[in-house]
């Protein structure tokens, strides 16, 4: 490995940022912002699933102090945490599962529901903008 081995904040907002992408470019079509293409859509979709189960490995012990919006309620009430995650990444799979059949109609509500996941998780342990 590298010597320079990025910090673990540094990792886990590495992926938030390909999340604000991919999730953004799903909302996108989702909204009619831009057209809904099948391919590309599923394609996002399945790669939201991959990373939905990458940034928490990085939440390490003390990675509440420093720049991070991280609160230390992640440490403090790990269990309710790791159940946020579980329904996070068990919405990404359904939403990748659905987003496979092309239906728009069905995939809203599943789009809908990983946002909400996220939401949910973030009232509880990300400080305020
Ligand atoms: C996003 C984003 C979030 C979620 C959340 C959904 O695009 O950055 O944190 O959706 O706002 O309610």
Redesign the pocket.
């Known amino acids: 490995g590298s010597a320079l081995a990025a910090d673990p904040i540094t990792q886990r907002q590495d992926v938030f940022k390909d999340y604000?992408k991919t999730?953004?470019t799903m909302?996108d079509m989702v909204k009619g912002k831009t057209p809904y293409d099948k391919a590309e859509f599923a394609k996002l979709a399945a790669h939201m699933e991959v990373i939905s189960k990458q940034p928490w490995q990085y939440f390490t012990p003390g990675t509440d102090k420093g720049k991070t919006g991280a609160k230390a309620e992640i440490w403090s009430k790990g269990a309710e945490w790791k159940q946020e995650i579980s329904k996070h990444e068990a919405a990404t799979a359904e939403l990748a599962k659905v987003a496979a059949t092309g239906d728009l109609a069905a995939i809203k509500p599943a789009f809908g529901k990983v946002?909400?996941t996220?939401?949910s998780c973030?009232d509880t342990f990300r400080k305020p903008d």
């Open positions: 604000k999730f953004g909302g946002g909400q996220c939401k973030h």
